[in-house]
């Protein structure tokens, strides 16, 4: 539910885009973190969205950049306000998509940050590719099981980002 907020308008120079993933194991009931050494806080990966560029692979190309560890969106059933393409028909019934999953929004320094949040699979047995991080970045890749990623994670945004993949992931592992 969308509270408190009823317009806004900014500008490109007032915004930015970026998108992230709750990137699962779901044979092994693992979610992806990053931890900044700087400060020791753990977070989802995310970053922003480079022009040209699809929120999709925004995404996954974060993912990776931060941690190292190739991933790709899972097909997941969720409702979504997205409309079906006319191809498909108009039964809007539950569906495995790759859309978003949450947005999350926050300013910074009178600057909006909009952040689009995917699931994704990834194989936590994976070797982590080396040197795939900017410059600024000072990342670990962190493992947690599905019972503490809530509590491993730093702020409420993301824990409560993690809980929605992971019940969604759940849910479709009931259904098969």
């Not at 991933?71 to 079906?84: C, F, R, S």
């Not at 039964?91 to 909009?114: C, F, H, M, Y």
């Not at 936590?124 to 491993?152: L, N, Y």
Request: glycine share 6%; proline share 3%.
């Amino acid at each position: 539910m969308v509270a408190g907020l009823s317009r806004a308008l900014c500008f490109a120079n007032e915004f930015a885009i970026s998108c992230g993933t709750v990137s699962v194991d779901v044979a092994r009931a693992k979610v992806l973190l990053i931890r900044w050494r700087k400060t020791g806080e753990y977070f989802l990966p995310k970053g922003r969205k480079d022009q040209g560029e699809t929120l999709e692979k925004t995404a996954t190309r974060e993912t990776y950049e931060e941690t190292g560890i190739p991933v790709q969106l899972l097909p997941v059933e969720i409702e979504t306000m997205a409309t079906l393409p006319s191809s498909m028909g108009s039964d809007n019934n539950s569906r495995a998509v790759t859309e978003p999953i949450a947005v999350t929004q926050r300013v910074n320094e009178g600057i909006l940050k909009i952040i689009f949040w995917y699931v994704a699979s990834a194989d936590s047995t994976a070797v982590r590719d080396e040197g795939t991080q900017e410059g600024h970045e000072d990342f670990d890749t962190i493992w947690a099981g599905f019972d503490e990623v809530e509590s491993i994670l730093s702020f409420a945004d993301d824990q409560s980002v993690a809980r929605e993949a992971i019940m969604t992931v759940r849910r479709g592992q009931l259904a098969i």
